[in-house]
């Protein structure tokens, strides 16, 4: 089998071929049908001189880039045999016969329901989310896993973050960059160093969506500007997928940022319980959030979205609702993560949620939106399970982001101790995320948009 991570080797860089090239099949208006390997994905299109037949490189849903023929087909030689090696693990990976035995009837009947095309209710997520015995656990998961196979086959989101500042004006009362915890020394790239990041994450690693991610700023006039000139920077370089998350900035600041460039926005509400949530933010309100998050989607901006699983207060029916949430949103991409316990926070003393609940949630919301879910699997749940990159994309997860942020300022970026990744460098990140889908049978084609 041809080796999975294919490294072309030109002068001077080494490109990380973990985006496979497609043909356009079919163009209707923005949207474009794409063939990888004769599995079609719908995609996004902003290029004015497409044509059916060229070969792209889409990413996030988006078409990112037109690559010559004659290289896209070099590309995808190389990827062939390893491309239907990889569907063929994953199908093995995510049989549909699955061991009942001793699994909890009645979540057999809800399960078998959406295997055979019926909808989840809130009751059934919330039973759902009570199970606590390990075979039940199992058949949860491994449904999850059948159901992201069967209907979106095994293509895996591979996005890049780069945290351009830890400054914030907020008082989050779980967050480690919280406004008050004093005792952190604050930084802020500058343009130059944080498009260099970026194009560097580009050029040498080949990724074609990113993530540019800060504490919410106090002046949100001068920070718009500052992320212009980074956003501007970037494209100007490069095609890319680039992907804001900055917290409330303002509608204008959305606007702003749309124009300068950025097609994605990353922003949880956190949670959708308004009672909690004002607890937990001090004069900031979910309303607003979600104002945001709402028009964001007007604007056209891709939306990743979710929320914090297990904060102090929080009740399962509050998650059920947070997962109906997302999935009423219709928002691009699901981002649920744990909350974790910081010492300079003011929920110090709380506890994490353990394992099986942020993997039931993973699974839950594939049950909610079977046939689309982008899920996340994030870096604070793979700080709560060292495993937990690969039990998230074997119970219904499809989408991994890698932390590029430069060592010197990553740690800084202290939202929860102990980070995963915190001290790996880019590299070793990538190696180890292509051996784990390379072992689960994922291919880095484009998931599509909705
Ligand atoms: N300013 C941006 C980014 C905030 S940090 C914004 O407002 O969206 C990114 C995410 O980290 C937050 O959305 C939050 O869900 C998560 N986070 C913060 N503190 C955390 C903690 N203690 N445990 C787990 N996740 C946390």
Redesign the pocket.
Known sequence: MVWFWILLITNESIIMCYAIPGRIEAIKGNRVIVDYFGEKKEAINELKDLSIGDYIYAQGGYVIEKVPSDYALSVLDLWRESFFNLQKLDMSLSSSVLPRDGVDEKLINILDRLIYGGSASRKDIGYILTISDKKSLDYIYKTANFLRQKHLKNSCCVHGIIEISNQ?S?A?A????SSLNQGLRRYKMSVEEAVKVAVDAIDRYGFKALVL????PADKDEFIEYCEAIIQGIRAHKAVFLCI????IGLRGLERLYKAGARGM???F?TSNENLYSRLHPNKMLASRLEHIRYAIELGYLVFTGA?IGLPGQTIEDIVEDIFLVRELNAEMYSF??????EA?LLSKASPPDRDMVLKVLAALRFVDYKDARILVTT?FETLDPEARRRGLLAGANSVMLNITPLEYRRLYD??PDRAWSETGVEEQIESTLTLLQSLGRAPTDLGVR
């Open positions: 914030c907020c989050c779980y967050c480690g960059i991610q800060s504490g919410e998350s900055f917290g409330e990353l922003m949880r956190e914090l993560g744990p909350f974790i316990p910081h926070s604070a939202i929860y």
